[in-house]
């Protein structure tokens, strides 16, 4: 009998109506066009806009898209795991807020927080928990609401962030597709460099810390940026050794979109050729957990059944990682 894998059948996306350019945020920071556009790679970001909107409003419609692909309706989903950093609130769970805006009557879910690398690591567990053959239907979504802990008078992060989701469903497959292999990484240390420093259990909330503006985004850029060049690069690369792959065999890179030149960095350290690299930076901006799949919604059309892709990202913590894919279908 074929081992079961977890293939991702459908996928979904959700970016909001709104679109920050750089030429907007000329007039809100000292900063250029040209600036952000040569150090990032951003040209504009999509921002979240309207009262009582959250971090579920994104993924819904997220959802219901790959049902629509898929053909199946909201109550056959199993499970449901929301990679997110900007959850509606502390609890309960956004994936759970989700189920019930939908319909998802018999799912249960959890949030997952790693930071940027969130949806890799959502991604390793649901296609864990299909492979057990316990679960038929796992939904995985990668969404932030970035705006809602941007800072937008600090010109080192407010350029970067923008909001979105993306979801994939992952079910049962013996045709050899599917999740086949993930070299995930931690790094505790890292959280010096990049974390929000106020909202959680060792600095609740206070008029002190909103004052302070304590809960928007710290990123010390340079220590970052040289842990990110390095860490994502020799992920991709170490988990192509692993698989006795090279850059030839490989159809996609699916980059975290966090700046343009880590994933040029990447790409080379695979030996990949850069056409072969999924790119939507320039639009979206930094979504954080929700890069990587709004990368696979953006190109859906272009994948191949057969294709090796591998998935790569490094996020705040640290977290860093890279899964290696076989596409499960030929898109309509």
């Not at 350019?21 to 150090?39: F, H, P, Q, V, Y």
């Not at 629509?68 to 199993?78: N, S, T, V, Y």
């Not at 949030?111 to 890799?120: H, I, Y």
């Amino acid at each position: 009998m074929q081992k079961i894998s977890a293939a991702i059948t459908a996928v979904g996306g959700y970016v909001p109506e709104y679109r920050l350019t750089n030429a907007i945020l000329e007039t809100m920071i000292d900063t250029n066009d040209e600036w952000i556009k040569t150090r990032t790679g951003v040209e504009e970001r999509r921002i979240l806009k309207g009262d009582g909107l959250a971090t579920s409003d994104m993924c819904v419609p997220a959802v219901l898209e790959l049902c629509e692909k898929r053909g199946i309706k909201p109550e056959e989903i199993d499970c449901m795991i929301c990679a997110t950093v900007t959850p509606d609130m502390f609890f309960p769970a956004t994936a759970n807020i989700v189920c019930d805006k939908i319909g998802a009557k018999n799912a249960w879910g959890f949030d997952l927080s790693a930071a940027c690398s969130g949806f890799l690591f959502a991604l390793t567990n649901g296609a864990a928990l299909v492979e057990s053959g316990r679960y038929k239907k796992v939904v995985i979504v990668g969404a932030d609401k970035m705006s809602a802990i941007v800072d937008y008078t600090d010109r080192t992060t407010c350029i970067l962030f923008g909001d979105g989701a993306g979801a994939v469903l992952l079910e049962p497959s013996e045709d050899g597709s599917g999740v086949l292999d993930s070299l995930l990484k931690s790094d505790g240390g890292g959280r010096d460099f990049l974390h929000m420093k106020a909202g959680g259990s060792l600095k609740p909330a206070s008029v002190e810390t909103v004052t302070a503006k304590e809960h928007y985004i710290y990123q010390a850029g340079p220590q970052v940026f040289k842990a990110a060049v390095t860490a994502m690069a020799d992920a991709a690369y170490d988990l192509l050794q692993r698989n006795n792959l090279t850059g030839d065999d490989i159809a996609w890179l699916v980059p975290h979109q966090a700046n343009k030149r880590i994933i040029d960095a990447t790409a080379n350290r695979m030996g990949l050729a850069h056409e072969k690299v999924m790119l939507n930076i320039q639009r979206y901006g930094n979504t954080t957990a929700a890069t990587i799949p709004l990368c696979l919604w953006d190109w859906e059309k272009k994948l191949k059944k057969g294709d090796q892709i591998v998935l790569a990202a490094f996020g705040g913590g640290f977290t860093w990682g890279a899964t290696l894919i076989k596409w499960a279908y030929d898109s309509k």
